[in-house]
C-alpha cells in the first residue's frame, strides 16, 4: 500500500491540485536513487534532473524540488500548444487572444503530467501536442495512449511499461 501524498494546503500549485496529486500517486516516492526501467537515475516522486548515485532525500526537500519544476513543465506546455499559433504580421506589436492555446484545467494537468514523463522537446512534437493546437481534443486524448513505452536500455527497442500503461489511459481519459 502506498504511503499517503503529503498536505498541499501550504504551497501554490502549478496545476489543479488533482492533477499534482495523481502525478505523485503514479510516480510514487522513492527516498532514494534509483535506476529506472529506461536505465535513467530517479530520486523522489521521479526526478531525474542532478540525482546522483546513493543520493537520499524527504518528501520535505523534494517538494520544494517537485512543484517548481510542475511549474516548469506546465509554462513548457503553454508555449508548446501556442508555437503554433504565433504567426507574426507585418505591423504586428500586439498578441491577440486567438495567439495563446485554449484548454481546460484538465487537459492542461494531463499535458503536464505527460511533458513530465517525456521533456519538453518530445512533448513539443507528441501527437498530443499537434491534435491539441489543432483543436482536435479527442484526438489529442486518444494519443496519450501512445505514450506507454519506454526504450530498454539494453536492446535499444521499446518496451511497454507497467508503470506508463495505466497512467497514459488515465490521462486519455480526463483530457477529454
Known amino acids: 500500500m502506498n504511503a499517503p501524498l503529503p498536505d498541499l494546503t501550504q504551497h501554490t500549485l502549478p496545476i489543479v491540485e488533482a492533477g499534482v496529486r495523481l502525478i505523485m500517486e503514479w510516480e510514487g516516492f522513492v527516498p532514494h536513487a534509483y535506476h529506472c526501467p529506461?536505465?535513467?537515475?530517479?530520486?523522489?516522486w521521479g526526478r531525474t534532473e542532478s540525482v546522483y548515485e546513493g543520493e537520499g532525500t524527504s518528501e520535505e526537500e523534494e517538494i520544494e524540488w517537485f512543484l517548481p519544476a510542475l511549474q516548469r513543465y506546465r509554462d513548457a506546455v503553454i508555449v508548446s500548444l501556442a508555437l503554433g499559433?504565433?504567426?507574426?504580421?507585418?505591423?504586428?506589436?500586439?498578441?491577440?487572444?486567438s495567439m495563446w492555446p485554449r484548454y481546460k484545467e484538465n487537459q492542461l494537468a494531463a499535458m503536464t503530467s505527460l511533458c513530465y514523463n517525456i521533456g519538453p522537446a518530445a512533448f513539443r512534437s507528441s501527437s498530443v501536442c499537434k491534435f491539441h493546437r489543432e483543436g482536435k481534443y479527442r484526438e489529442a486524448a486518444d494519443a496519450f495512449r501512445l505514450w506507454?513505452?519506454?526504450?530498454d536500455p539494453e536492446t535499444g527497442r521499446k518496451r511497454v511499461s507497467k508503470g506508463l500503461k495505466k497512467p497514459a489511459v488515465k490521462l486519455s481519459g480526463i483530457c477529454t
Do not use: D, E, F, Q
Request: aromatic share 4%; charged share 25%.
Open 38 to 44: 529506461a536505465g535513467t537515475l530517479t530520486i523522489g
Open 85 to 97: 499559433r504565433l504567426r507574426p504580421r507585418s505591423g504586428a506589436g500586439r498578441c491577440r487572444a
Open 148 to 151: 506507454n513505452k519506454y526504450t
